[in-house]
């Protein structure tokens, strides 16, 4: 699975933005979709996690409520609603494909996008 993710830009606090995530490959369809960030001097952070069907979602706790994982499996797509943002959610996203199941663990992760930045200012 190949994957790019798009979409990141500069935003302001409480503006929404989505962001993109096209795959290519066959084997799409069969795996969990994930998406993490990461912010300057700081670990990589789990966001949020879709599965396979598009049926069950997982987000951590800063995000909940606040982010929205979709995906559209015909076109291979994977999609991150950001609303309410908030200076705190500036970093690197980055989507991701694991054959596991709603997994929070980056190294669960074997394919991993370039990343896109989202920049909030306050």
């Known amino acids: 699975v190949q994957l790019q993710a798009s979409g990141g830009g500069l935003v302001q606090a409480g503006d929404s933005r989505v962001l993109s995530c096209a795959a290519s490959?066959?084997?799409?369809?069969?795996?969990?979709m994930g998406w993490f960030r990461q912010a300057p001097g700081k670990e990589r952070e789990f966001v949020g996690v879709i599965s396979r069907s598009g049926g069950t979602t997982l987000y951590a706790d800063s995000v909940k409520g606040r982010f929205t994982i979709s995906r559209d499996n015909a076109k291979k797509s994977v999609f991150l609603q950001m609303n309410s943002l908030k200076p705190e959610d500036t970093a690197v996203y980055y989507c991701?494909?694991?054959?596991?199941?709603?997994?929070?663990?980056?190294?669960?992760?074997?394919?991993w996008g370039q990343g896109t930045q989202v920049t909030v200012s306050s």
């Open positions: 991701a494909a694991t054959s596991s199941y709603l997994n929070d663990k980056a190294s669960q992760y074997h394919y």
């Open positions: 490959g066959s084997t799409f369809i069969s795996t969990d």
